[in-house]
């Protein structure tokens, strides 16, 4: 059976951290991580990862809702979203 690939998106440097050594722990394979939705695009068209696991609120520039939008012009791969905190209109916006 063949390894499924993870992008891990985070501006949280501890926090990608735990998350690449939990989806290692769990036999995931992490294709890579990345900081900023521009890097989160840039990445998931050059690595062809299986699922993306994007964080919503990423600091500076595009968020996660954007970054996932972006990516799905452009492919098809499932983006769960992670967030420890957000209000309604941004839950609204990621349905």
Do not use: C, W
């Amino acid at each position: 059976m063949p390894t499924i690939t993870v992008l891990v998106v985070e501006d949280e440097k501890i926090i990608s951290k735990a998350l690449e050594k939990r989806l290692k722990g769990l036999g995931y394979a992490v294709a890579g991580v990345a900081s900023s939705g521009v890097e989160a695009v840039e990445k998931a068209v050059e690595l062809r990862p299986d699922l993306i696991l994007m964080d919503i609120n990423l600091g500076s520039g595009i968020d996660g809702i954007e970054a996932a939008g972006l990516i799905r012009r452009r492919m098809n791969v499932p983006v769960v979203f992670l967030t420890a905190h957000s209000d309604d209109a941004t839950l609204q916006r990621a349905k």
